[in-house]
């Protein structure tokens, strides 16, 4: 991304590790650290702090383990997210942005579920085998006109909150890999996909603006 603008109002550490948290859905710690490029050890003791308010909750399944956030963190985090809003001026900008986005969220969605079925010989939707080559080019073709369109938002969100940098860049980074064969980066889980990484910008747009998830489901 071109930007020759002054970057947006920066964001504490602290909004950063439990925004971070809510994100991702869950994530462990150097997950956490490196959404927004931060320290290891300082965010494992914000992460400790915010255990000890009840914000976030660690839990260890089969395997793996990592960091949830809580009731009561989703309300410190939207309480932090508006007056940070409020602060720089930025609400009339995400807004406008949140807007646009919707119609392109749209689209990501029918290219995702695209990629993954399509109608058989009864008309019924089946797992996409990938064995047409002109159907899953199709599905680029469009997951790379949306990648257009995503960055000129991803810059003017930038500039206002600098947070909201790296969206595009990490669409295009997962896209390039689709492009290149590794088609679990379309829409694939456990890796920051073209869908993952939608996704989280389509969370952080609305929990910045304070928007019920209920209310954009479908959208």
Do not use: K
């Not at 003791?45 to 000890?52: N, P, R």
Request: aromatic share 6%; proline share 3%.
């Amino acid at each position: 991304m071109t930007n020759d603008t002054l970057p947006g109002r920066s964001s504490q550490p602290e909004l950063l590790v439990l925004h971070s948290v809510r994100i991702q859905g869950m994530a462990d710690e150097d997950a956490v650290a490196g959404r927004f490029g931060l320290d290891t050890a300082g965010t494992r003791e914000i992460l400790l702090d915010d255990e000890a308010y009840g914000w976030v909750s660690h839990a260890v399944f089969t395997g793996t383990s990592g960091w949830s956030m809580t009731e009561r963190g989703r309300t410190e985090d939207d309480r932090r997210l508006a007056e940070e809003l409020q602060q720089a001026g930025a609400r009339s900008t995400v807004e406008s942005v949140h807007e646009r986005f919707g119609p392109l969220n749209a689209r990501l969605l029918q290219a995702c579920t695209d990629w993954q079925l399509r109608a058989d010989g009864d008309e019924r939707l089946v797992p996409n085998a990938h064995t047409d080559p002109e159907w899953d080019a199709r599905v680029l073709d469009e997951l790379e006109t949306l990648e257009a369109e995503l960055e000129p938002l991803v810059a003017e969100l930038s500039q206002a909150l600098e947070r909201f940098e790296g969206y595009d860049r990490r669409f295009s980074s997962a896209l390039a890999r689709a492009r290149a064969g590794q088609g679990e980066w379309v829409a694939g889980t456990g890796v920051a996909s073209c869908h993952a990484v939608w996704m989280e910008l389509h969370e952080d747009l609305i929990s910045t603006l304070g928007i019920d998830r209920a209310a954009t489901a479908g959208q």
